[in-house]
């Protein structure tokens, strides 16, 4: 039977991403759709993506775009740094490229280039790496940062009240559109859970791996999902965005 998962946020920790990995037991068959922000905070970011690339040889992947891989392409392509990016583990990941060719460099940056905003499967379920604004749906978003910046999408989830009929004046036409959607960028650790979390019809697979939480895959039809050590823990002598 085919399996489906969806994998949170990464920031360099490639020690918690093979754990995460390894618990799967990916057949054939199966699909793995990570969920963007692959760099920046852990000190191997170009190990992690290096590690992706050679993945998706093997193994049916999709790979969404985040923010933080948004900087460090603008870095791959051109060099420009930006001095928030630099500031919020855009500095370990400069440094994780230390040893890397330009022939690397260039496949890397073609691996970013060619990833998508948003992917939208066959059973009417939208991920993203944060969010979208326009009430009719990602198809009439303005703006393609906004899929890898907003909030607002989770943090109207999580305010509105529960016991809303769908069918209300009120209800939010945003989740009207979407079966379900799932997102990152926003860590669950911020609202002091370790674990995936739902809001209406959202699943927030970011489990503050940039931080002091876990990276975390989650069976999209079991709802199953299974997480690796803190990162904190798989690298004891940094910080990554611990700052």
């Known amino acids: 039977m085919m399996r489906t998962f969806a994998v949170g946020d990464i920031h360099g920790g490639f020690k918690a991403l ?8 990916i057949q054939e068959e199966d699909t793995i759709i990570f969920m963007g922000d692959y760099v920046d905070g852990w000190s191997e970011s170009a190990q992690v993506i290096e590690f992706l690339i050679n993945v998706s040889q093997k193994i049916n992947c999709i790979f969404i775009k985040g923010n933080h891989d948004v900087w460090c ?12 990016w630099y500031l919020h583990g855009g500095k370990e990941t400069i440094d994780s490229y230390e040893g890397f060719s330009d022939d690397e460099k260039k496949q890397h940056l073609i691996f970013f280039e060619n990833m998508p905003f948003y992917y939208l499967d066959s059973d009417h379920r939208l991920f993203l790496h ?8 990602v198809e009439k978003e303005a703006f393609s940062h906004t899929f890898c910046t907003d909030r607002t999408l989770w943090e109207m989830a999580l305010a509105i009240d ?9 209800y939010p036409k945003r989740l009207t559109h979407y079966k379900e959607i799932y997102i990152g960028h926003t860590p669950t650790t911020n609202y002091a859970e370790t674990v995936p979390m739902k ?45």
């Open 18 to 25: 093979v754990q995460v990995l390894n618990q799967l037991e």
């Open 73 to 84: 392409q603008n870095w791959l392509k051109d060099k420009s740094v930006n001095p928030s």
């Open 130 to 137: 944060a969010g979208f604004t326009s009430m009719h749906g």
């Open 162 to 170: 529960k016991k809303m009929a769908k069918n209300s004046a009120n």
């Open 199 to 243: 809001a209406i019809n959202i699943w927030n697979v970011d489990t503050g791996a940039a931080f002091k939480g876990r990276v975390t895959a989650m069976n999209i039809d079991t709802k199953v999902f299974f997480q690796s050590d803190c990162l904190p823990d798989l690298y004891p002598n940094e910080k990554g965005r611990n700052k």
